[in-house]
């Protein structure tokens, strides 16, 4: 997924953080990663929730709660 993104093609990139998610449900950094890719895709909605997964499994990664702020301010929330 990384090498994907990295040579700017993000379809590629965000299918491979799909199946990481789907391989490894209760890894918080593969929610984590598919957020950041959804939020430079402006996929506001979907960032959200990939966070708030994110966030249940692992309260305390901080950087994720700005992410999610993020996405809703450009949301226009």
Not at 4 to 12: A, F, H, I, K, S
Not at 24 to 40: H, I, S, T
Request: net charge negative; aromatic share 6%.
């Amino acid at each position: 997924a990384y090498a994907y993104l990295e040579m700017g093609d993000r379809v590629r990139g965000l299918n491979d953080l799909d199946n990481a998610v789907r391989l490894k449900p209760n890894d918080a950094q593969g929610y984590a990663d598919r957020a950041a890719e959804l939020f430079a895709q402006r996929q506001y909605d979907q960032a959200i929730a990939d966070c708030d997964r994110a966030l249940k499994l692992d309260p305390s990664r901080v950087a994720l709660i700005g992410l999610r702020a993020r996405c809703h301010a450009d949301r226009g929330d």
